[in-house]
T-cell receptor, first 112, second 111 residues
Framework: KAGVTQTPRYLIKTRGQQVTLSCSPI?????VSWYQQTPGQGLQFLFE???????NKGNFPGRFSGRQFSNSRSEMNVSTLELGDSALYLC???????????FGSGTRLTVV | QQQVKQSPQSLIVQKGGISIINCAYE??????FPWYQQFPGKGPALLIA?????SEKKEGRFTISFNKSAKQFSLHIMDSQPGDSATYFC??????????FGKGTRLSVIA
């Protein structure tokens, strides 16, 4: 059974640019959540999608957005990148909200 | 406001010893308490989880102890091995709300 796949694994972007990250959940999983992981703040919740609808949203600025497609694949977008956006972005999928999250290996974003 | 407080930040344990990581929470609506293990370059992986209707859950060398009245829970790793060296996160969830994570404990098991 394939796990959660995140692409790309690594990204280097310049301040002011925008970036799109992709997440393919485990087959059959309808819930996809995104977390930002940094050494100082740990794992912080960005948003959750369930059956193409945003179900929950964390306390991040509007520059962070996401969406989910009919096949449950999800993308998150960060516009007008700032140095502080450098982090590991993790996607997690589950059949129902939150229970038994399976995380992907993440996308390491570096903003220079 | 940090909803789940985890300690210690780092821990060094001798091989064969017991590793203990503690977490405390304030929100009494939390009803699901998982622990995650993360190795470098990987995402967190679910290790073991507990609900507040039981005080202890054991899976192999890993045990969660849960104290509802104190609003605390802890992870015990018995017979710690070098392969257990990783970062451990406690988390909590209330109903269908997102998981809230502690800030993590970096465990090093030395021979």
């Amino acid at each position: 059974k394939a796990g959660v796949t995140q692409t790309p694994r690594y990204l280097i972007k310049t301040r002011g640019q925008q970036v799109t990250l992709s997440c393919s959940p485990i087959s059959g999983h309808r819930s996809v959540s995104w977390y930002q992981q940094t050494p100082g703040q740990g794992l912080q919740f960005l948003f959750e999608y369930f059956s193409e609808t945003q179900r929950n949203k964390g306390n991040f600025p509007g520059r962070f957005s996401g969406r989910q497609f009919s096949n449950s694949r999800s993308e998150m977008n960060v516009s007008t990148l700032e140095l502080g956006d450098s982090a590991l972005y993790l996607c997690a999928s589950s059949f129902e909200t939150g229970i038994g999250y399976t995380f992907g290996s993440g996308t390491r974003l570096t903003v220079v | 406001q940090q909803q789940v407080k985890q300690s210690p930040q780092s821990l060094i344990v001798q091989k064969g010893g017991i590793s203990i990581i503690n977490c405390a929470y304030e929100n009494t609506a939390f009803d699901y308490f998982p622990w995650y293990q993360q190795f470098p370059g990987k995402g967190p992986a679910l290790l073991i989880a507990i609900r507040p209707d039981v005080s202890e859950k054991k899976e192999g060398r890993f045990t969660i102890s849960f104290n509802k009245s104190a609003k605390q829970f802890s992870l015990h790793i018995m017979d710690s091995q070098p392969g257990d060296s990783a970062t451990y996160f406690c988390a909590a969830q209330a109903g269908n709300t997102p998981l809230v994570f502690g800030k993590g404990t970096r465990l090093s098991v030395i021979a």
